[in-house]
């Protein structure tokens, strides 16, 4: 009776996870379709070429549905298990080119702080699942 209790409480806990992560990515995804030129801004003081500007209303583009997917994945998670790995894989992904960026000096340390902890939570939440699932 226990274990069920904890299982029901790491779900929980795992679905206020993705909902705060998708609700992370649809406002980046949101904010580089709507101001690219502000968050430019933000981080360069040069004059950025219009093709950047347009890279990242894609790059916007694309991150909404990610976040959409995060909420498909939190409304039923033992369904939806090889989604979880794609996730995974890609948080890893991302923390390891953010680190390579700040490391290689093409991007500060202080601008990884947006996107790891997210990044972070996020692995935790699908390791909470992995271990409900065994």
């Known amino acids: 009776m226990r274990e069920r209790k904890n299982n029901c409480t790491s779900t929980v806990i795992f679905k206020t996870i993705f909902f705060i992560c998708a609700l992370y990515f649809f406002i980046m995804g949101a904010a580089l379709i709507s101001f690219p030129h502000l968050i430019i801004r933000g981080v360069s003081e040069n004059n950025v070429n219009p093709t950047i500007i347009g890279m990242l209303r894609g790059a916007g583009g694309s991150i909404i549905p990610y976040s959409l997917l995060?909420?498909?994945i939190?409304?039923?998670p033992f369904k939806r298990m090889w989604?979880?790995?794609?996730?995974?894989i890609a948080n890893v992904t991302a923390i390891v080119l953010d680190i390579g960026s700040v490391i290689i000096g093409e991007y500060k340390?202080?601008?990884t702080m947006?996107?790891?902890p997210i990044e972070i939570?996020?692995?935790i939440g699908i390791i909470i699942i992995w271990?409900?699932?065994k």
């Open 83 to 88: 989604a979880l790995i794609i996730i995974f």
């Open 109 to 111: 340390s202080s601008y």
């Open 114 to 116: 947006y996107d790891i």
């Open 74 to 76: 939190a409304l039923n």
């Open 70 to 72: 995060y909420i498909l």
């Open 131 to 133: 271990k409900i699932a």
């Open 121 to 123: 939570l996020s692995i």
